[in-house]
């Protein structure tokens, strides 16, 4: 495939450099939570849930806003009373996971107080809405629901043929563009399925020395199996 045919695919998404990371691709899935990053720190809020599925690019973003802001990274497993004065010293704190369990749940309430008390930001990443979440303790299940959240969808169509063009060609890969749309509409909808189908491919390149058309990402497509296998 052409470099100007590639270009056109990805036309109207943003490449953005993700400060040392690999290049994130902006698209209307994610743009919010682009949106929140890039207004730091003009945050209205204090403290936000970025809120997407699994594999959605959450863990990418807390990284983004982590490497601005000079935040340190906890998993939620892992805050601790001892996390939380970090915050008071650095203002800015990165908190992932927070809906797969809390180490506990009263450094949490302290934490959010304490940004109320003195300041800063604090970045919490979850899967699902903080209603949501499993919180024992009344005062903070309250707090927890209070929280403005800002979301990050699957990856729609349109991101998915950019970052399978984007990976196909860190591999040298040269995919044709009905490759790519066939892909991009009949894959599961994550970043970590695109990971894994380029990964399959790049496999069955080498093994059967073929170019990658539509027919070869039908086959691996088969193989690890799509969500749908109907004609185009």
């Known amino acids: 495939m052409s470099a100007g045919r590639a270009e056109q695919l990805v036309l109207d998404l943003a490449l953005r450099p993700a400060l040392g990371a690999e290049d994130f691709i902006v698209s209307g899935s994610n743009r919010p939570a682009v949106d929140l990053v890039d207004s730091y720190p003009?945050?209205?809020d204090r403290v936000v849930a970025l809120v997407g599925p699994e594999g959605s690019g959450k863990s990418h973003l807390a990284h983004v806003w982590q490497l601005r802001s000079g935040a340190p990274l906890v998993m939620a497993s892992e805050l601790t009373d001892d996390v939380v004065r970090q915050h008071a010293e650095r203002r800015a704190l990165v908190v992932e996971d927070i809906d797969r369990g809390l180490k506990d749940e009263h450094a949490v309430f302290h934490?959010?107080?304490?940004?109320?008390?003195?300041?800063?930001h604090v970045l919490m990443t979850?899967?699902?809405a903080p209603g949501t979440w499993s919180i024992a303790m009344p005062d903070l299940r309250s707090r927890a629901r209070a929280l403005p959240v800002v979301p990050i969808g699957e990856p729609d169509e349109a991101?998915?043929?950019?970052?399978l063009i984007k990976l196909l060609g860190d591999r040298q890969l040269m995919a044709?563009?009905?490759?790519?749309?066939?892909?991009?509409?009949?894959?599961?909808r994550s970043m970590r399925a695109a990971i894994r189908m380029v990964e399959a491919i790049d496999r069955r390149v080498w093994q059967a020395k073929q170019p990658v058309t539509r027919d070869l990402v039908r086959d691996v497509l088969a193989g690890i199996g799509a969500r749908d296998h109907d004609e185009d």
Do not use: F, K, T
Not at 111 to 120: E, F, K, M, S, T
Not at 159 to 163: E, Y
Not at 176 to 188: F, Y
């Open 42 to 44: 003009g945050w209205r």
């Open 111 to 120: 934490l959010i107080n304490q940004v109320r008390d003195i300041g800063g």
């Open 126 to 128: 979850a899967r699902s």
């Open 159 to 163: 991101l998915l043929r950019a970052v």
């Open 176 to 188: 044709s563009p009905a490759a790519v749309a066939h892909l991009a509409r009949h894959m599961e």
